[in-house]
């Protein structure tokens, strides 16, 4: 059993293989987080201690025990407006304006399994997932919240999402329904976030808490380049390999919020979901509202080791099904190879090319359909430009196939250019605020994905080409952040709700195309990575990592993304040198080896390569081959910490800790420099690991304690790629 109650002291455990998550419904009826770390086999109500700190008020049944205050002890559910003046997971407004709730204990239940979240995406059950449901009212405005745990034990992964339901007559409006809120009474902790921008996504910044609130989120209607929504605490002292570490992630791809507050008594809550800001719900009688799932992990093996739990929680139970196993193909992407400048001679020409250097997948990417030779027009238009392409795509892609390669295309469904068909015939698809100019960017706009026939009409529209064009990858864009946002089928008062419906909206495209098409992969993507977040992920097993493909920037952008999500979503390009981006010419070597960690693939035009350069290309589509498996599916160590030196290091082990294969690249090449040092991870200490290219075996011990030095780096392409293999025994 990974959940128990204890009946006598209302104990409620949530056990992973490592973890215990422990919350107690007082005899008040309030609920409280008791615990969250290593398993300590025990009832952890004792550290919960209760005392006057005064001006922290008590609930009326408890006004002769002045130390009980909800602002003082550990809550699993915060609401507001009752006592707690810390940040809440909760803030509802009642219809005679009372900004008050309370949330008392009323009954649980625990399942085998789970039943999926309606409409938003979930974290799929594994075998031996069990679900306790808490039951919690506020009989006073008639709301019922269940609070939804799920266990997942050999991830050490727990999520918790929350219903709420409107049990009373009238409306209630919801203005905050967080999905996590974690209250760690004791210790000092930093909290380590991802920030960034367009070209730099997911740059993890660590800062140690202080009093008061810290915060961290998006309002671009995306969950953005700027803040990834996945924060991690660790312990002041904890560093890659040591130390322990908690995290929430939120599977959710619109507006996010995740606040940090350090109170009077030194402890930490942690609350996170959707951004509270310009969202309110209208909850009418007998309504219902999910929040989007928290993803909680704990690890007490460092930051390596939580990384590691969140990667094979995505592998196994977030990405669809069909794409948990095999080698997604190695494709060739006509972005940064023609941009908008092509026909389907050129595209053909490319895919020859493709094939002839072991490339397995072709994608076309922008500019293929409506009145698109640039990015100022034709959004919104899905129908194929056959005079711009001098044929049918169906025919393409007939040719494409011919030459043994898959075939991909590119979408950006949900926005619309105001010099496009769509937008003429059904300008109100179009998200704008009444009498107002809309904020443009890459001149186009946002649709209204909160109307069904918006998705109605997409959906019509993307079947009418997979339906008929032999397609077995779409890439999914997402080019704007969302501004202006109005929808003129809502009522003035629901204008809150718009933001989470146009989510919602996108969810239900992407479900029924998934449902039609369930072998069909799709990439995420945005600009690159901004809207690189576990609930795309649920959709879209990979998704584009960052626009920017320059391999040295590349290496922050991958590392950032680690900490959260495996190499296996990362969509990693070797594109051309001098780079588009930055300019740097970075040798082909390097930009191999940083784009096979990711789902490898190419962004340039082969035929203006060498001859020498094309066998380069050939040679490592051979080795991903070689090491596809351990690199997808083996456990992934950073081996460089946060701070660190002039190259960056990373490893993947098989399961088994057969072999393992260790990437170096050197960021900057120093005169007469020190030698470039690693300590391997994760292997077996007694075995011997042979290493072809020095011709000699080395014990997992002396790897991993001794660890392994390398020749300082010189020239254009300072990288190095080892692959060490256990001698039979
Ligand atoms: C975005 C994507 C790019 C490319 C262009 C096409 O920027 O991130 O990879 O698809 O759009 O317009």
Known sequence: MNITYHEASGIFSLRTEHTLYQMQADPTGHLLHLYYGLDTGDGMDYLVRCSDHGFSGNP???????????????QECSVSGTGDYRISALKTVDVHGSRSAELLYDSHRIIDGREPLEGLPYVHPAEDTQTLEITLKDPVIGLKVILLYHVFPETDVIT???????????????????SACVDIPYGTWDVIHFHGRHCMERMPERQRLGHGVTAFGSRRGMSSHHSNPFVILAAPTTGENQGECMSVMLMYSGNHLEEMEVDQTESTRLVAGIHPDGFSWHLGSGEKFST?????????RGLNGLSQNLHELIRKYVIPEPFRKGIRPVLLNSWEAMYFDFDAEKILSLARSAAELGMEMLVLDDGWFGKRDDDNSGLGDWVVNESKLGCPLSEVSKKIHAMGLKFGLWFEPEMINEDSDLFRSHPEYAVTDPGRKPVMARNQMVLDMSRKEVVDYL?????????HVEIEYVKWDFNRSIANAYSSALSAAQQGEVL??????TYDLLERLRSRYPSLLIEGCSGGGGRFDAGMLFYCPQIWCSDDTDAIERLEIQRGTSYGYPVSTMGAHVSAVPNHQSGRVTGLKTRGIVAQSGTFGYE????????????????QIRDYRQYAELINY????????????DFEAWMFVSPDKQECLVNVVCTHVRVNGPYPFVRLMGLDPQARYCLETEKRTFTGAALMYGGFSLPQFRGEDPAVQLYFRQEAI
């Open 604 to 619: 340039l035009n082969p035929g203006l390569l060498s001859d020498a350069e094309k066998e380069t290309i050939r040679g």
């Open 459 to 467: 959906y019509q529209a993307m079947t009418q080409i997979l339906d």
């Open 634 to 645: 083996g456990t992934y160590y950073r081996l460089t910490e946060l701070e660190h030196g």
């Open 292 to 300: 989007a799932e928290a993803i909680i992990s704990y690890s007490a």
């Open 160 to 178: 918790r999402s929350g219903v709420l339901i409107n049990e009373s007559s009238t409306e209630i409006v919801v203005e905050k329904a967080a």
């Open 500 to 505: 989470h419906r146009f989510i919602l909206g």
């Open 60 to 74: 009326y049944d408890q006004r002769a025990n002045r130390g009980y205050s909800l602002d003082t002890l550990p």
